[in-house]
């Protein structure tokens, strides 16, 4: 896809302009749905410089951001376990979406489970993120089964866990 370039998050630069984008589009996309304060605990909890730094360091998570036309678009975040790729997390910047970035993100981490022979790809959804759900059944993926997990200070993450396998 011209004008898209996928970066690798290797630096305190890149893991500040991924936490700053996350606050962003975290906010606009899930304050309807789950309301501000989760929104603020989530980003605090899961995508700060820090909780970033350490899903890099300890926990081996590959992180991208995403430009388009040398704006950044979005990012996605990745960790490899039990021979399946968990894609963590891919989010587009509403100034970007229906450019057909994501489709292209899916296509990329396609090609890395064939190369690195991972069998499946998977990922978890809020069950009111319609318009997500709606475009990860797209691409091929389907629900396999729900979870409610507490994550802490009073709020849980009620979603759907969708796979793709790769054959």
């Known amino acids: ?19 700053a984008m996350a606050e962003e589009i975290w906010h606009e996309h899930y304050d309807k749905i789950i309301g501000n304060k989760q929104v603020d605990y989530m980003l605090e ?12 360091e300890e926990e081996g998570y590959e992180y991208f951001l995403i430009s388009y036309e040398y704006t950044f678009a ?19 910047h509403e100034d ?13 981490f396609i090609e890395l489970c064939r190369m690195r022979k991972l069998n499946k790809i998977w990922l978890t959804v809020n069950k ?17 089964r729900e979870e409610c997990t507490d994550i802490g200070g009073g709020y849980a993450m ?8 790769i054959d």
């Open 1 to 19: 896809m011209d004008g898209l370039r996928i970066i690798p998050v290797t630096n305190e630069e890149l893991i500040l302009s991924v936490s």
């Open 128 to 144: 009111q993120n319609f318009r997500s759900v709606d475009v990860y059944k797209h691409f091929g993926f389907e629900i396999i």
């Open 74 to 92: 979005g990012f996605a975040g990745i960790c490899e376990k039990n021979n399946e790729l968990f894609l963590s997390k891919l989010y587009i």
């Open 45 to 56: 909890k899961f995508l700060s410089p820090d909780a970033l730094r350490s899903q890099i």
């Open 158 to 165: 009620d979603d759907y866990i969708m796979e793709l396998v």
């Open 96 to 108: 970007f979406r229906r450019k057909h970035i994501s489709s292209e993100m899916i296509r990329k």
